[in-house]
T-cell receptor
Framework: ETGVTQTPRHLVMGMTNKKSLKCEQHLGHNAMYWYKQSAKKPLELMFVYSLEERVENNSVPSRFSPECPNSSHLFLHLHTLQPEDSALYLC?????????????FGPGTRLTVT | GENVEQHPSTLSVQEGDSAVIKCTYSDSASNYFPWYKQELGKRPQLIIDIRSNVGEKKDQRIAVTLNKTAKHFSLHITETQPEDSAVYFCAARGSNYKLTFGKGTLLTVNP
């Protein structure tokens, strides 16, 4: 797939594990986002990076730690997660002014915390 | 902050019929309203969007209407086909860059 890619696509981890989700965009965009998608709930914005600088941390627990080393890559580091953190984690990217351009989503990582 | 309500949560129509999904928002400063389609196991994809200076926008079988006074916007799909079956999400962007999403509508088009 091109555009926005995410790895891994599926992840099962125990509550004491440490893992990382990776997102890469091939669109030349300068903003990247992490969303959480849980069953029967709206998409929840977690983090926003613009020009590699975090501009939003939407009251997300510290067990989720984002990293944006450059405008093409975004990571979400996970540690000591809870079962309620099981969800689809979607990465998105956009170009230009954050207020005016559409967001392109990746395929997501299906996370299961056991 | 912004609050977006979406109805109905599920919608079943016969092939060829029209489908309408409605959303309301709370922030009067919201100025951008996209609609995303998410097929099972796939990523959300933008299908149409509308900005606050426009009341209606159409793209083939899909149209979106916006009523700023009432703070609601709707997605209209005409001549539905089985491949239109998916979850549809509305969203609203307020005075900042944040998109607030509705809970989604599962549309099933029966052949």
């Amino acid at each position: 797939e091109t555009g926005v890619t995410q790895t891994p696509r599926h992840l099962v981890m125990g509550m004491t594990n440490k893992k990382s989700l990776k997102c890469e965009q091939h669109l030349g965009h300068n903003a990247m986002y992490w969303y959480k998608q849980s069953a029967k709930k709206p998409l929840e914005l977690m983090f926003v990076y613009s020009l590699e600088e975090r501009v939003e941390n939407n009251s997300v627990p510290s067990r989720f730690s984002p990293e944006c080393p450059n405008s093409s890559h975004l990571f979400l580091h996970l540690h000591t997660l809870q079962p309620e953190d099981s969800a689809l984690y979607l990465c998105a990217s956009s170009q230009g002014d954050l207020r005016t351009y559409e967001q392109y989503f990746g395929p997501g990582t299906r996370l299961t915390v056991t | 902050g912004e609050n977006v309500e979406q109805h109905p949560s599920t919608l079943s129509v016969q092939e060829g019929d029209s489908a309408v999904i409605k959303c309301t928002y709370s922030d009067s400063a919201s100025n951008y309203f996209p609609w995303y389609k998410q097929e099972l196991g796939k990523r959300p994809q933008l299908i149409i969007d509308i900005r606050s200076n426009v009341g209606e926008k159409k793209d083939q079988r899909i149209a979106v209407t916006l009523n700023k006074t009432a703070k609601h916007f709707s997605l209209h799909i005409t001549e539905t086909q089985p491949e239109d079956s998916a979850v549809y999400f509305c969203a609203a962007r307020g005075s900042n860059y944040k998109l607030t999403f509705g809970k989604g509508t599962l549309l099933t088009v029966n052949p």
